[in-house]
């Protein structure tokens, strides 16, 4: 009967940086020949002096920064006091992001080439007679944040059947962010290391598990997996 190797658990630190997003706040704009009124309700109306037609309203927040390869999405809030229907429009798109101008929904997601700030970008409605629009503002695309990772684990000193471990001959770690699928690991050819630093990981929540191994390639199971979250 092959013998396995105990290796119960891992520990580890984390090293890394978070990047905070900042929201921006709606701009309305309307024409000049325009006023401003409180309709029956007690809310604010834009009502256009020359034909008596009430312009639509838009509100929301926007993303300002989004990390690349990661997913970006702006839908604002639009409605039209009159119920007239609307049509959204866009100025200054980024070459990454695609428009939907029936909900004006601004989407999409950056690559590592596109990386830099888009500027000067303008989201429109309108009702066929008044615009109001969101903006000018700029997105920001910034490269992928990447972290590090120190597991840290005991040497085993027993097979699984309670037998001396006289043969260990090095260790085997494994991540992925999804439960029990491990789509990295690294081979640790010396049995007497016991801290290992995995660099250069992208943000993300990852699953860390262990295993040691002998001279006869004989592997031992998983050791108690570890959850840590990259910033």
Known sequence: MRKIIVLTAISFFLAGCLTEIEPSGIINEST?????????????????????NAAPAVT????????????????????DPDGDALTFSISGLPRWASFDA???????????????????????????????????????????TYGSVTLSWAVPTENEDGTPLTD?????????????????????????ITTYVVENIPSGTYEFVATSFNTAGVESRYSSPATKVVP
Do not use: C, H, M
């Open 32 to 52: 000049s020949n325009s006023e401003i009124i409180s309709n029956t309700t007690g809310n604010s109306e834009i009502v256009n002096k020359t034909t008596g």
């Open 168 to 192: 260990l001959d090095g260790y085997r770690l494994y991540w992925g962010k999804a439960s029990g699928n491990y789509t990295d690991s690294t081979t640790i050819d010396n049995e007497s």
């Open 60 to 79: 929301g927040i926007v993303p300002l920064e989004v990390t690349a390869g990661d997913d970006y999405q702006f839908t604002p809030t639009a409605r």
């Open 102 to 144: 029936s909900t004006g929904r601004l989407s999409g997601t950056p690559k590592s080439g596109d990386v830099g700030t888009y500027a000067n970008i303008i989201i429109a409605v309108t009702d066929g007679t008044d615009t109001v629009s969101v903006g000018p503002f700029a997105i920001v695309v910034s490269d992928t």
